[in-house]
């Protein structure tokens, strides 16, 4: 496709910066290598597929160890082994489903995991869930060309201009692994456009042959993609609705554009654009100060204030169209959307069914001011609305009940219009790029 | 119970009064039985049993013919009757189920209702849906006592005061003959009263006995009374659920207070109390003139047009919390409460699933001003409301589709508030008995 070999030259490693970062890798394995004898240190990740891009910094290293180890005495070896390895450098304890650690290198993030060693075929015991991984790095090496490699790359940077590439809780995208199958499926990058333009409510894929009859229909998510190593997985079960539709919606646009390369390009929203729409849709920010903790607990924890929060306003009556969330200026930044900016005067409080006699008699006594009213059985309330903006909802939202690290929530600032911009840029080109067509 | 026998005094028609009504209705049946030798004439309707009120007007005779006597015969029969037993009288054909003749004679409205003579048991053939009137009088008249007749008469005339007497279609509330059987099934007035204010969602009631397994549940409505006579007939099958939960609520306001009396004068509501529920809450009237039909196809005329009305509203987002209807000074008024008099200033348009590619691009080609997202896999549009009042929805209103008989419609005017109050009061009056608590 026209214009697609000249991104391809920007976001491909050159032959040169490949074997500096290759190098630095093979050191920080070697240095590993020392400290954990019985275990067998392994590159995993895109660095290990070779479908990593021009200015990648995150690596993935694996430390396997026999099935003999006890679970519970990996964290405290890969933690000593880091320690040594690396005498100084500034290293985290992180969590997905088992802890692992996270060490700051040279400008690099090299995450230290500990696993089972794996063997490859249907039944094989997995002690840890990140244990696959490995089978994953064997089975892109084993099916995937060089060409193909560059058509992943392509596909990442696609997605990551465009606010989907990432299977973290933040994102709820598309990972590197998914962005890999997608392509073994399709063959290139412009087939798997033109094979996403045309996805339903509902995708299928199984990457080799046909999925086995049922072997679908048992996951819920909009997307589903079985994974080779692991039939029973579905390998886009992260990726939320939105984010599936946002996809398809871009393809087409992709599909339809003269300018390809604009896709590519790390702003896909201009800043024109961008207030353009600030300007024209209600869109808020929420924003506190970041505890300092590692990305997943955060994000973990920032989706599960947000949903306490978007039910909350729910329940109060505004609509909700949307959310993007990350970092902004060190805060931790919630941008939504509303359908409107201010609820209408009046709303319904519902009391109890009427067959709840003294219930009723008791909600009366609260409501004596002509207000009240039959609806469908129960009686109700006919009230004016003391919070009808975000503005005058702000301090319920300071008030909420927040996760153990979010306590700053109670520090929230709500942001619109062109303060939000200033303060909150970078989530509102994320918002309004996956939700505005 | 203290103050009804007060109430009932002055409801109860004087031995004069009666007398005088029973020789009128006398001379009635008289003159027509000289018109219709082949069939007999009779009584029908309180009159007949004996639980009208003073100052009724409303007079129901039956012309009861032969099963051989053709059915495309009996207007023609009857009419033909009526002009000749009263000549020069003013009447009307009216249609129920079946066309029948509406006389008006010394400023009593008279009903010729020509039917099939009915044999008494549970598997007669009814010819006719009003042949099943006969039976009511005849089993009334069997199982009622005089003192009960009088409970009969202060149940009517509480339910007329509160707006909820009449099975007619403009009002969707209690019968006669309802008023009648829940008496018997319950005694007396006030045990009536009791029983009513402990109904829950459901009522299900068989006067004599218990109803047979499963003759209440083929039934959906709200209550459920077994017709005696019928037990395959509800006899409250027109009672709107919004009548029988006020019903409710009222007997539970009877019993608690102090003035009984009162729920039987005429104004229920006070003007006082009008003015300000009107003050306080959303109430609209929509008038326009009324066409010169009868009642039964004016308010089943009406009573369609307010279905296509709110259906439009609601689509429109405006929230209905309850309707009434009724003339006011000649013309038809729909009066109807809103739950807020000004929408939103935004709205979604939903637009095709995104799987229909081609729609979503005639779609998208309308809204091309960074309205465009995706909701719930469907490409949607923002737009700003241009209608947020149901002043700026009236000419919508006058354009709606009118059923045969209201091309007046298009002439509809809307009045709220102290308008509302001087051209419409008797409806509003009637809405907030039923509508407000």
Redesign the interface.
Known sequence: MEGLEQVLRSIKPTAASEKQERRFVDQVLEKLRRQVKGAKVALAGSFAKGTFLEGDKDVDVFVLFKHNVEKEALEGIVKGAVENAFPGAFYQIAYAQHPYVRVFLQGRKIDVVPAYEASHGRHFELKSAVDRSQLHTEYILEKMGQRQKDEVRLLKKFLKSNHLYGAEIRVQGFSGYLCELLILKYGTFSKAMKNI?????RTFLAVEGEAKPGAMEKFET?LVVLDPVDADRNVSAVVS??NY??L??LA?AFLSSADKAGFFSKKALSAA?LK??VG???AYCIVFPAPKIVDDILWGQVRKFYSTLSCAMKKEGFEI??CSMDRCNGSVCIAFEL??????????IYGP???Y?ADCEKF?AHYT?????????R?AA?AKRKVRTPEQFLGKIRALPAPSHLSSAKYAKLYKGAAAIKNCMQVLQQYFSV???
């Open positions: 333009s045309e996805w339903k409510e909009p609705s939105a539709f946002a398809i919606a087409r654009a353009k729409l024209k849709r209600n169209l949307g359908l409107n900016s201010e609820l209408p005067e009046n709303k319904v069914p009427l067959r006699r009366a001011n002509g207000q009240l009213l039959i609806l469908e059985g009686l006919l939700q505005s067509r």
